[in-house]
C-alpha cells in the first residue's frame, strides 16, 4: 500500500474521487436521486477530500423534461433546446477577437493562443449546431402531429413561425462558416419535404412520408434529447460507470487465466 507521502497517494486519492464522482453521476442518469445524494453524503462523511461532487440539477430538469416527452409533450424540450442554442451563441458572440500572429513558429505563444481560440469557437460552434438541429427535429413532430390532431391551417402556421426560421436561420449561418460544422437536417430540403406531408393528411401512415410519422418517433426523440443533455454536460451518451464495468468484465477472464 502507498505511504501518504508518497507520490502514488495523491493518484490513488484522485483516482477513488473520479470513481465516486462516476458512481454518483450514474445513479443521477439513472434517475435515482435519493439514491446519488445519500452516495454523496457517505462519500464526504467518510473523506471530505473524495467529495463526488456532482450537481443534480441538469439531470431533473432532463428527467422532467422526458417525462414530459414520453407524454407526448415536447414544449419543455423545445425550451431546452431554445435555451441551449441561445446560449452557445452568447459565447459565439463573446469571443474576444481572433489573436494576431505574424510568426511562422507553430510552438509560439501566439500560434498557441490562435489554436485555442480556433478551438473555443469550434466548440460553441458545434454546440450552437447541435441544438439547432434538435429543435427543428423536435419542431418537426410537433408539425406533425397538429397537422393530425388540428389540420392543415394549424400545422401551416406552427411551421411559418418555428421551422421556417430555423431554416433562414441556419442557412444564414451556413454562408459565414466553414464545413466544419454541419446543419444536422436543418435546411431547406427537408422544410420541403414536411410540406409535402400537406398532401397526405389524415393518411400519412400510407404516404411517401411514413417514415416521418413512425410510432418510435417520441421514443427516438426522448433518446436524442437525453443524448443531447449529456453532450452539454460534458459526458458521453453512455455511463462511465457502464463502461469501466465493461471493460472490467471483458479483461476479468484474461486477467484469471494470468494469475
Not at 500560434?111 to 469557437?121: I, K, N, Q, T
Not at 419542431?139 to 411559418?160: C, I, M, N, P, S
Not at 417514415?211 to 418517433?217: D, E, F, G, I, K
Request: include cysteine; hydrophobic fraction near 45%; proline fraction near 5%.
Amino acid at each position: 500500500m502507498a505511504a501518504h507521502g508518497s507520490p502514488v497517494a495523491p493518484a490513488l486519492s484522485l483516482n477513488r474521487r473520479l470513481l465516486r464522482r462516476a458512481v454518483a453521476q450514474h445513479f443521477l442518469r439513472e434517475g435515482a436521486f435519493e439514491l446519488a445524494a445519500s452516495f454523496s453524503d457517505e462519500a464526504a462523511r467518510r473523506d471530505p477530500r473524495l467529495d463526488a461532487d456532482v450537481d443534480p440539477e441538469p439531470f431533473r430538469e432532463m428527467f422532467a423534461v422526458l417525462e414530459a416527452m414520453r407524454k407526448e409533450d415536447l414544449s419543455p424540450a423545445i425550451a431546452w433546446a431554445r435555451g441551449h442554442r441561445a446560449e452557445a451563441e452568447a459565447k459565439m458572440g463573446a469571443l474576444p477577437a481572433s489573436p494576431m500572429d505574424t510568426s511562422d513558429d507553430p510552438d509560439s505563444q501566439a500560434a498557441a493562443a490562435r489554436r485555442a481560440y480556433s478551438e473555443m469557437g469550434l466548440a460553441a460552434e458545434q454546440a450552437a449546431a447541435a441544438a439547432t438541429a434538435l429543435e427543428f427535429r423536435l419542431h418537426a413532430v410537433e408539425f406533425l402531429t397538429r397537422l393530425e390532431k388540428q389540420g392543415k391551417a394549424a400545422a401551416l402556421d406552427y411551421a411559418k413561425h418555428n421551422l421556417s426560421p430555423l431554416v433562414v436561420m441556419a442557412s444564414e449561418k451556413v454562408v459565414h462558416r466553414t464545413d466544419r460544422v454541419r446543419s444536422g437536417g436543418c435546411d431547406m430540403a427537408v422544410l420541403q419535404r414536411l410540406m409535402g406531408c400537406l398532401m397526405f393528411q389524415g393518411r400519412l401512415d400510407t404516404s411517401p412520408y411514413a417514415a416521418l410519422v413512425s410510432p418510435t418517433r417520441f421514443h427516438d426523440l426522448r433518446r436524442e434529447f437525453a443524448r443531447e443533455c449529456c453532450r452539454s454536460l460534458g459526458m458521453s451518451e453512455q455511463s462511465a460507470l457502464e463502461v469501466l464495468v465493461s471493460a472490467g468484465a471483458l479483461a476479468l477472464p484474461t486477467l484469471i487465466k494470468a494469475a
